[in-house]
């Protein structure tokens, strides 16, 4: 079992940067991948960047590559998400999400946080 916890969103305009942080629960966090997911008002939620157990294979979604980078840290059971250059459509909730595989965490992930909400105005 996993528990996640997102913190770090906000408002803020476009151009601006946010952190998010997810800190999870047990022993055995450097076990899993972990993902961020975003769901904006009236759209479903959808893959925004994974990273593997390690910390290597960063994947993202097209629409933040070169914005946004996720990274880890196993000794605090923590996982980031750093949002540079933010755009009014990046306005959404966001989701922390673990599983034990890379693969499934970028599409059906075993673990959810509550989300976090991040509003990014023109």
């Known amino acids: 079992q996993v528990q996640l916890v997102e913190s770090g969103g906000g408002l803020v305009q476009a151009g601006e940067s946010l952190r998010l942080s997810c800190a999870a629960s047990?022993?055995?966090?450097?076990?899993?991948?972990m993902g961020w997911f975003r769901q904006a008002p009236g759209k479903e939620r959808v893959f925004v960047a994974a990273?593997?157990?390690?910390?290597?294979?960063?994947y993202y979604a097209d629409s933040v590559k070169g914005r946004f980078t996720i990274s880890r840290d196993n000794a605090k059971n923590t996982v980031y998400l750093q949002m540079n250059s933010l755009k009014p459509e990046d306005t959404a909730v966001y989701y922390c999400?673990?599983?034990?595989?890379?693969?499934?965490?970028?599409?059906?992930?075993?673990?959810w946080g509550q989300g976090t909400q991040v509003t990014v105005s023109s």
């Open positions: 990273i593997s157990w390690s910390g290597g294979n960063p």
């Open positions: 047990g022993r055995t966090f450097s076990r899993y991948a």
């Open positions: 999400a673990a599983d034990t595989s890379l693969t499934q965490v970028m599409e059906v992930p075993d673990y």
